[in-house]
Nanobody, 123 residues
Framework: QVQLVESGGGLVQAGGSLRLSCAAS????????MGWFRQAPGKEREFVAR????????YYADSVKGRFTISRVNAKNTVYLQMNSLKPEDTAVYYC????????????????WGQGTQVTVSS
């Protein structure tokens, strides 16, 4: 089992920044990719960004490319999502997830999920 705990969400004005953190514990050695997803009210959960835990390669959804940055500190078992130039449409619950598949971007390939953290961007 892998436990994931997100933190760092909150209320911010449009154009502002937030940094989300995801702390992993448990049997983390089987996970090779960490991802961030988000779910807005009435919408499906969507991919935001992912990072591989060995090479550190990253991949982003087009909607956040150039504004969000995913990073990790393996020694701390922690993944971050730096969110800049936030827009009202970024408002959602943000989830951290772990995958055994290298480079996964499909939520079906993620088998461990955090409880989520709310991000609200006001206009």
């Amino acid at each position: 089992q892998v436990q994931l705990v997100e933190s760092g969400g909150g209320l911010v004005q449009a154009g502002g920044s937030l940094r989300l953190s995801c702390a992993a514990s448990g049997r983390t050695f089987n996970s090779v990719t960490m991802g961030w997803f988000r779910q807005a009210p009435g919408k499906e959960r969507e991919f935001v960004a992912r990072i591989t835990l060995t090479g550190g390669t990253t991949y982003y959804a087009d909607s956040v490319k150039g504004r969000f940055t995913i990073s990790r500190v393996n020694a701390k078992n922690t993944v971050y999502l730096q969110m800049n130039s936030l827009k009202p449409e970024d408002t959602a619950v943000y989830y951290c997830a772990a995958s055994q598949y290298l480079g996964a971007i499909d939520r079906m390939h993620y088998n461990y999920w955090g409880q989520g953290t709310q991000v609200t961007v006001s206009s």
